[in-house]
């Protein structure tokens, strides 16, 4: 398997991981499956202070909550997997797995147009 094929994987995992988030009756997340600051700095093997600049600047995907950072795993991977095929040329601006998750998941409820 190429890279591209991996990449293409892995945003596609993302995308179903983020449909089953948004399907009815979904569970609430696995708190494990959320990362901190400092675990993402230790996957990136960057400095945990240039990771939190990451999420304040909007350039890593994150949520504050009680004014700590977290991410999910399906994100973060999904974030990374966008930015490498975006730098390779593999279709710009590939879709966010959340948004086209949360649409499925919308088509889905929608009632089906008899005819």
């Known amino acids: 398997m190429n890279l591209e094929d991996l990449l293409r994987e892995t945003v596609d995992r993302a995308v179903r991981e983020a449909l089953a988030r948004h399907a009815p009756g979904a569970g609430r997340p696995d708190p494990l499956d959320y990362l901190a600051p400092e675990g993402i700095a230790e996957l ?30 399906a994100e973060l991977a999904a974030h990374l997997a966008k930015l490498k095929l975006e730098q390779r040329g593999v279709g710009p601006g590939v879709p966010d797995p959340d948004q086209v998750g949360a649409e499925l998941a919308r088509d889905m409820r929608r009632p089906k147009k008899a005819g």
């Open 44 to 73: 990136l093997k960057f400095e945990v202070e240039t990771v939190r600049e990451l999420l304040n600047s909007k350039h890593l995907p994150g949520v504050k909550v009680r004014g700590k950072w977290r991410t999910s795993r």
